[in-house]
């Protein structure tokens, strides 16, 4: 328990914030410059991967360029005592990044351009220059720190969302099954319920693309890729899964079906089945149990009172097909 705690508490992101904002620091005062702007666009300019750095460091630079030169004008016309200054150098920062579309600038841009009014005084070049420099330094420590120090790994954390998601996923679909089977067809639990395991699956392929994106700067490394890709077939699948599960758990209102005593048996058995994966680690196939679904949908007109009752029955054997593709021998 004291482990998890810790490493919740530091990350290799924190770590790498730190000695980023260390070495920014260091670098600034070796050359007798004040460190804190170039501290600002440090912290900020750490992100998940290296790539996201590197990508939103292009867009930080200028977008700080422009508040500098804001800052910097009109303080020179309005002084570093008026208001105006601030709140013009503010509203046009603003509007020029997202003008030229620099949105992920403008906050530390504002921020800047705002700190240093107050230091300017007379020294109007030599403090845009300054401020330009130190955020080349942020930028540049910060990118290198990102992109040498503790690369990102996403794998123990993709595995256990993964498996949390899955979980939540199967026993979802097993509830589901139950509340068809007692007439029960519209359930605002399993709404809740599906939308969390779909937030789990879009944590998921996030932490997928953050993953990629990081390899792609680091070569030689065959065997994460192949990981990656089995856990990204093994997300898709999952998507899957979920696509066909909200099928069957948002339908039309004021919806009656009505199941046979062989079809209820068919769906209990596959549902049953579905539930034990994640206990159990396979799936245990109910192909005589699949097969009465497919006569029972075979007999069936969709377009008349029966329509929904083939709808379910079609989205729970394509569920059993996703399942039976992906633990195939």
């Known amino acids: 328990m004291r482990e998890k705690w810790y490493k919740n508490l530091i990350g290799a992101r924190t770590i790498k914030t730190g000695l980023a904002t260390f070495l920014t620091a260091w670098f600034c005062l070796l050359l007798h410059m004040n460190p804190i702007f170039a501290i600002l666009t440090a912290i900020v300019t750490i992100e998940p991967t290296a790539k996201a750095s590197l990508h939103k460091g292009y867009r930080r630079l200028p977008a700080t360029v422009i508040g500098v030169v804001f800052a910097v004008v009109f303080t020179y016309f309005f ?35 705002l700190a240093m009014i107050p230091g300017i005084h ?58 068809l089977l007692i007439g029960k067809f519209k359930s605002d639990s399993s709404e809740r319920a599906l939308d969390k395991v779909i937030s789990l699956n879009n944590r998921v392929d996030t932490l ?54 062989e079809e209820r048996l068919a769906i209990l058995k596959i549902s049953q089945s579905i539930n034990n994966i994640f206990s159990t680690g396979h799936f245990e ?41 992906r633990y195939a021998k």
């Open 208 to 261: 997928l693309s953050y993953q990629k994106d990081e390899l792609g700067y680091h070569k030689h490394r065959d065997k994460e890729w192949i990981q990656v890709r089995r856990i990204t077939s093994r997300s898709h699948t999952n998507r899957l899964f979920i696509t066909h599960l909200s099928n069957i758990i948002y339908l039309p209102k004021n919806v009656q079906v009505v199941f046979n005593s």
């Open 122 to 179: 007379d020294a109007f070049i030599y403090n845009f220059f300054s401020r330009f420099l130190t955020a080349i330094i942020g930028l540049v420590t910060a990118g290198l720190v990102n992109f040498m120090v503790l690369p990102p790994k996403y794998y123990a954390q993709l595995d256990s969302l993964i498996n949390k998601t899955e979980s939540q996923m199967y026993n979802l679909y097993s509830n589901r099954m139950q509340q």
């Open 285 to 325: 196939r109910e192909k005589s149990s699949a097969s009465v679904l497919k006569r029972s949908v075979k007999g069936l007109n969709e377009f008349d009172d029966n329509q929904i009752k083939s709808h379910i029955i079609y989205e729970i054997l394509l569920i059993y097909r996703i399942l039976d593709g």
């Open 79 to 113: 002084g570093d005592d008026s208001p105006f200054s601030y709140a013009l150098t503010a509203l046009c920062t603003i509007i020029v990044c997202t003008k030229f579309n620099l949105q992920v600038g403008t906050t530390v841009a504002t921020m800047t351009a």
